[in-house]
């Protein structure tokens, strides 16, 4: 019998609930919830995928101590001994976790409260340190709480939406489609998009501000003084619910609107348009994400937002308000459990003796943190220099994603005790554990999670654990019982520690914070598993008819008011004559993180097979470094070798690479080793958007293609780029220098039996090498290699490791690399739910195709998730500027 669970995407804090089945012989496939309040039903291409990552390859299924293989009790033991023994010789100080807004909350709460109740330290942060953490403290700053004040619909009712810091099209794709359907519906309403680069999501944006890097509070700072001299402040609101206008006024006022064009770098034209239409328009909502969070003055560029939308009384009511968007799935979740090294639990402050009593008295706790701990950058410098001595990482990749990675990897490497909780045998970081413990992974995990409009909803289990895995909270707990605190985790199902949480939320609250989900305090067995997606606050017996926070004050500092926080824009070009380039990371469409799950699907791979720098053209030129070139991008920290995207969307002096290549899938592409940990000063937040780096070409004799059945082996040539594909893999690769024997290169990094000898040639006079190595009829291998990069079609070749060559005219044309009349080539692939490519697209245009739905009817592009809409439009427009120039 089939059995269809109810569960939530694991991916981005949009939180869309998921349909999963399981048929009888083991196959997954998932589909989106239609009575998911976040999705409707919709799911963009991560979600559609998920099935497809779901597979055992790779996982780690027993425990490990030194790289071999342990039980469960002996690798418990073990870490509770070390971290014991390090405590009572070193001081709670000297241990630490590093966890992740991908930890569900019942896996946040155990550990938020084992090291700030028992351990007696704060010195747990997470990877929302490099995500949310500006967010938190600018929303603290202003409400006196980390409070996000509206919800998803907010969206579809505005006039307004203004989007910035986010690539809202790539990275919420289903809150994106939610606002384009709503802009669809009624035209009228206007979409602003600020971002230094043209991404996708300006693709219905009405205007885009291409904004110098971190000239956000600049902008925002002249549009309050617009504001003001315009009449827009809502004086009742602002006397009524708020402090510190005057102060705010009198920093803006010194603000002129020449500066403002001068640090924005924007036209005139363009800025009073957008202050204009904020002006003249009430219904506005601000989502911000990582151009905003991810920067030294990110902390400063909400409050600025936040005092735009305080000073018009704009918040909290149908169509109104700043929109923090979270990232990860339970980011947010993590914020409810206080998981951040400078927050305690249910949004208490940790600063606040009474607070700290009250979880004190609430855990019965021996012994509770009394400051602050140390936040990620400053966690794992203390790592390095020996302040901290075991280490217990979970969820989470440190030595891809954070800032300065090669001396975080370092520090790791030299800690003396360093414990990986993760599903992966084999990645940046679990390569460096001492003790490695399996987790269990998405469809095997139970919990909660919260999304970015407070939205908490179940992630269920339809998949039984593989081997011995175990889930996060359990790990946590057993450790806590090893060290002594046996009667605070006597948990035997995450409902208990939900409901803990849920009771903690509501202890001697009475209003006086904004979490409080007290009706569930009580939450156990099946109704636990019978949750249904709810907003936060759910206070018990009081219903609460109102889901939205502050329409009418009621803020969480002392006297109930909110603060305006003066912020003055800083000067944020850090480009020097040795480093004249700006480095901004950020993601792409079909990768989540460090590929650690969407690397396993060969359709995810297909959007984006290699990490690249978008760079602008005349840049491109200074440089000499041609289309699909190899370019090297360098700062004092470190250097990364990616392939040159040359794109009119990039502004000039400016390169954008993104953050989620590791050592697993490409030879020199962390990038997190170029950029430095440079951090907010208010929330310890790193900077990745604004690098100064050094760009040359990377200079090589040659380059090559090829596709493989088995796996490569690490490949030695001065770059390479791996890649799943459909029947196996991609590699992407580049050679300083001939290699002695290309045919025996080949065997080796495709394992190739030595007696299979290859087809093909090598011509002298081009350089050009072409080997295909056959089993029978199947391919086994194919490797095209040339001194300039090479020209075959990538999904032909791919095509072909599926294909059957029965004949020797098929196997020679597989050498030759050009697809036969018979079968033209795709192009890459733009629609990844049907493998359409770009040259598909192109010819549909070309026979009429005039629309996004007329590609649809025709092609099926774009009419399953999605996410790919924006890119096709792009394509059908451009083919229909080119046909009528
Ligand atoms: N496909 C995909 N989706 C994801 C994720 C993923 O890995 N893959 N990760 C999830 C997570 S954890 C997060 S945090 C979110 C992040 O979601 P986003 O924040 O939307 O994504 P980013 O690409 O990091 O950055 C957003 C944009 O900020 C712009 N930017 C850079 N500097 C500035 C600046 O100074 N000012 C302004 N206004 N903009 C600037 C960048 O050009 C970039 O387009 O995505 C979530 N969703
Ligand atoms: N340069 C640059 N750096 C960045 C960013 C950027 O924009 N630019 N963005 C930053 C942001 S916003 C974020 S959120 C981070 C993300 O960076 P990371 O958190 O480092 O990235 P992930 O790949 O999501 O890492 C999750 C790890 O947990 C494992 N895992 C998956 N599920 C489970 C589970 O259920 N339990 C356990 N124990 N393990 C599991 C995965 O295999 C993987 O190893 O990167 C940050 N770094
Ligand atoms: S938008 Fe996509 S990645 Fe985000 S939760 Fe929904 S399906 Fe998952
Ligand atoms: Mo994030």
């Known amino acids: 019998m089939e059995e269809a669970v109810k569960t939530t995407c694991p991916y981005c804090g949009v939180g869309c609930g998921v349909i999963a089945t399981v048929a009888d012989n083991g196959a997954v496939s998932v589909r989106g919830d239609p009575d998911h309040p976040a999705n409707y039903g919709r799911l963009c291409s991560k979600g559609s995928a998920l099935a497809e990552t779901l597979d055992l390859d790779g996982r780690i299924l027993h425990p490990e101590i030194g790289g071999q293989r342990a039980s469960w009790d002996e690798a418990l033991d073990l870490v509770a001994e070390r971290f014991a023994r390090t405590i009572a010789e070193h001081g709670p100080d000297s241990v630490a976790f590093y966890v992740s807004g991908q930890l569900l909350t019942e896996d946040y709460y155990v550990a938020n409260k084992l090291m700030k109740g028992f351990v007696g330290s704060a010195n747990i942060d997470t990877n929302s340190r490099l995500c949310m953490s500006s967010s938190v403290a600018g929303h603290r700053r202003a409400f006196g709480s980390d409070t996000v004040p509206g919800c998803y619909e907010d969206l579809e009712l505005a006039d307004l939406v203004v989007l910035t810091g986010s690539n809202l099209a790539w990275c919420h794709p289903v809150l994106y489609q939610r606002l384009a359907a709503a802009k669809a519906k009624r035209p009228e309403m206007k979409v602003v998009v600020i971002d230094p680069r043209r991404t996708m999501t300006a693709d219905i944006a009405d205007l885009h501000l291409a904004i110098r890097p971190d000239a956000d509070v600049a902008l925002f700072v002249g549009l309050f003084s617009h504001l003001v001299a315009n009449n827009a402040v809502d004086q009742n609101y602002v006397a009524a619910h708020t402090a510190g206008f005057p102060e705010v006024f009198a920093a803006s006022a010194a603000v002129s609107f020449g500066e403002v064009l001068e640090r924005t770098g924007l036209p005139a034209m363009q800025l009073r348009e957008f202050y204009r239409l904020f002006t003249a328009t009430e219904k506005v909502v601000t989502c911000y994400s990582q151009g905003v969070n991810q920067s030294s003055s990110g902390t400063d560029k909400v409050n600025a937002i936040l005092n735009c939308h305080l000073a018009t009384g704009r918040i909290g009511r149908p169509g109104m308000g700043p929109f923090s968007l979270t990232g990860q799935p339970n980011a947010m979740g993590g914020r409810e459990v206080g998981g951040l090294a400078n927050m305690l639990a249910a949004h208490m402050a940790i600063e606040n003796a009474e607070d700290r009593d009250r979880v004190q008295r609430f855990w019965r706790s021996p012994a509770m943190a009394e400051k602050p701990g140390l936040k990620a950058v400053d966690l794992f410098q203390a790592v390095a220099d020996g302040r901290v001595r075991a280490l217990w990482i979970m969820a989470t990749n440190p030595v891809v994603s954070m800032p300065d990675a090669d001396a975080v990897e370092a520090a790791i490497k030299g800690c003396p005790f360093v414990v990986v909780s993760d599903i992966l045998k084999d990645t940046d970081t679990v390569r460096h554990a001492d003790v490695l413990l399996p987790s269990l992974g998405w469809g095997e995990k139970d919990g909660t999670v919260t999304n970015s409009e407070r939205r908490i909803s179940r992630q269920r289990p339809f998949l039984a654990a593989p081997g011995e895995a175990r889930a996060d909270w359990w790990q946590l707990a057993e450790v806590a019982r090893r060290m002594g605190f046996a009667e605070a985790f006597t948990y035997a199902a995450p409902a208990e520690i939900f409901s803990e949480h849920a009771a903690l939320s509501a202890f001697e609250n009475a209003g006086s914070r904004d979490f409080d989900i007290g009706a569930h305090a009580r939450l156990i067995g099946q109704a636990y598993e019978a949750l249904a997606p709810f907003q936060w606050p759910q206070p018990a017996g009081r219903a609460r008819a109102e889901s939205r926070f502050f329409a009418d004050g009621g803020f969480y500092h002392a006297d109930g008011k909110a603060r305006f926080v003066a912020v003055r824009p800083v000067d944020a070009d850090r480009t020097c004559a040795d480093y004249p380039f700006t480095l901004n990371t950020g993601r792409i469409r079909d990768q989540w993180h460090t590929m650690t799950r969407t690397g396993k699907s060969a359709r995810l791979s297909a959007h984006i097979a290699e990490p690249f720098a978008e760079l602008h053209?005349?840049?491109?030129?200074?440089?000499?470094?041609?289309?699909?070139?190899?370019?090297?991008?360098?700062?004092?920290?470190?250097?990364?070798?990616?392939?040159?995207?040359?794109?009119?969307?990039?502004?000039?002096?400016?390169?954008?690479?993104?953050?989620?290549?590791?050592?697993?899938?490409?030879?020199?592409?962390?990038?997190?080793?170029?950029?430095?940990?440079?951090?907010?000063?208010?929330?310890?937040?790193?900077?990745?958007?604004?690098?100064?780096?050094?760009a040359r070409r990377f200079k090589v004799a040659h380059y090559a293609f090829a596709v493989s059945h088995a796996k490569p082996t690490e490949a030695d040539a001065a770059y390479w780029a791996l890649a799943k594909a459909d029947g196996g893999w991609r590699l992407e690769l580049a050679f300083a220098g001939p290699v002695e024997n290309w045919a025996d290169w080949c065997r080796r990094v495709f394992s190739i039996p030595k007696t299979v000898e290859p087809l093909g040639y090598a011509d002298a006079q081009t350089g050009d090498v072409r080997l295909a190595f056959f089993d029978g009829t199947r391919l086994l291998a194919a490797f095209f290699l040339a001194c300039e990069p090479v020209a075959v079609a990538r999904n032909w070749a791919i095509a072909q490791l599926g294909a059957e060559h029965t004949n020797m005219r098929k196997r020679f044309g597989l050498v030759a690399g050009r697809p036969g009349a018979d079968k033209p080539d795709p192009g890459a692939t733009i629609c990844a739910c049907f493998g359409v490519g770009v040259n598909q697209i192109v010819a549909a245009v070309r026979s009429g195709c005039h629309s996004v739905e007329a590609v649809g009817v025709a092609l099926n592009a774009g009419t399953n998730c999605g996410s790919c809409r924006a890119e096709i439009r792009g394509i059908v427009d451009g083919c229909l500027a080119t046909a009528a120039e």
Do not use: Y
């Not at 697993?664 to 080793?673: G, L, S």
């Open 617 to 694: 053209p005349r840049d491109a030129i200074e440089l000499g470094v041609g289309n699909a070139c190899l370019v090297e991008i360098e700062s004092p920290r470190g250097k990364a070798v990616v392939r040159a995207l040359i794109t009119e969307r990039q502004a000039r002096g400016s390169i954008f690479v993104p953050m989620h290549w590791t050592d697993q899938f490409a030879a020199n592409a962390r990038i997190d080793a170029v950029v430095p940990a440079i951090t907010d000063l208010v929330s310890g937040q790193p900077a990745s958007k604004n690098v100064a780096v050094a």
